[in-house]
């Protein structure tokens, strides 16, 4: 039987790697937001650079997802093997499909 953890539950496993998690995220939205910037005022002067702050972003939201995954599968330990194993693989294939 394959019993999805509540999302809350995940990410709420501390206030700590909540923060952690969040503080992930908003470096990514600040880089996009910025990319928008860029984009809406015509101020893209280097190539280069645009598409190098393009993969920090998508770096930043990777990193994020990795961190997320580690959290549940740290979780998925109390749950009983069967569960454990489905859930845990589920959480390897998401990650391995970014």
Known sequence: M???L????????SAKDTKA???RLSRAEGQVRALRHIL??????D???FISQIKAARSALKR???QFVLHHIHLC???PKAEREAQIEEAL???ASD
């Open 6 to 13: 509540p999302l809350i539950t995940i990410i709420m496993k």
């Open 64 to 66: 994020t997802s990795e």
């Open 47 to 49: 190539c280069k650079a």
């Open 93 to 95: 294939k998401a990650l």
């Open 2 to 4: 394959h019993v999805n």
């Open 40 to 45: 809406e005022t015509g101020e893209v002067c």
């Open 21 to 23: 998690l969040i503080d």
């Open 77 to 79: 330990q109390t749950l």
